[in-house]
Each structure stands twice: as C-alpha cells, then as structure tokens.
C-alpha cells in the first residue's frame, strides 16, 4: 500500500527527503492498509522539540467503536540529530516539511517519506508542464521509431 502527495511536486521543488515514523492508533492502521488515507494538503508543523503533520485525512475504520477525528495532529518520530537537521531547515526563510509519500515497509510500519520543499512560483510551475510535455513526446517517438 502506497499512497503519494502528486500535488507536492506541482507546487514544491523538493531539495531532501527523509523517511520518519508516525504515531497511529489501531485502528488508523487498518485504515491504511484499506488505502482509506489523503495527503493532499497536509504539511508538517514544528512544535516545540515535536513535529506534527497537520491535515492528513485517516478515514474513519468502519468496524471499530471508537471513531477518532480523521484530519487530527499526529505526531511524527524522528531521531533528535534528524530533529535537529529538520527544525534547522524550515527556521530558514521558505522552506516547508511537506509529507510526499505514506506507506508499508517491508515489516508491515507505517512509514512516510517527508520532503524539505520550497514553493515553485507560477512561472516555475508552468516551466514544468513544458518540461512534462517535451518528455512525453520524445517517449511517444521513440516507441512509434
């Protein structure tokens, strides 16, 4: 299971990734592995010496008891030099923690892939729709050659 935040590389240029954790309830899990997640428009918030993403949208698992608010704060585990590194990044002007991909690793824990991002401007954007559009034809010429 692997969901991805495709409006990130729209709107970011992505200079660094790093693969951190993420504090779930039970419940929240299944609903993982059910595909049940968005990360459209969620980011990351620094708080402290915590980091927390905001906007992630679990849906509720249908079986359980207890519902839990889908677009709650959920905190993010990271070693303290990781912490460190990434606090010291976004206090610079500009940058923002944006989550790029969520998924299972090989041992069956949720994982997501967090992207130190810096806003494209308009013309940056339509630059890559160009680019985008220049490497779709070349591809379509190599397989009608």
Request: proline content about 3%.
């Amino acid at each position: 299971m692997r969901v991805e935040n495709r409006k990130a590389r729209y709107e970011y240029h992505i200079l660094e990734r790093c693969e951190v954790g993420i504090v779930l309830k039970g419940q929240e899990v299944k609903s993982i592995r059910d595909g049940k997640v968005s990360l459209s428009d969620s980011y990351c918030k620094v708080v402290g010496d915590e980091v927390y993403v905001v906007g992630l949208h679990i849906s509720p698992y249908p079986h359980s008891r207890d519902q839990l608010d889908p677009k709650r704060n959920r905190k993010l585990l990271l070693h303290r030099s990781e912490l460190n590194r990434l606090i010291g990044k976004v206090s610079e002007r500009g940058f923002t923690l944006i989550p790029l991909v969520l998924y299972l690793n090989s041992r069956g824990i949720v994982k997501l892939d967090l992207g130190i991002c810096h806003g494209k401007k308009k013309y940056d954007k339509r630059e890559s729709i160009k680019q985008r559009d220049i490497e779709r034809e070349i591809r379509t010429q190599q397989k009608v050659a």
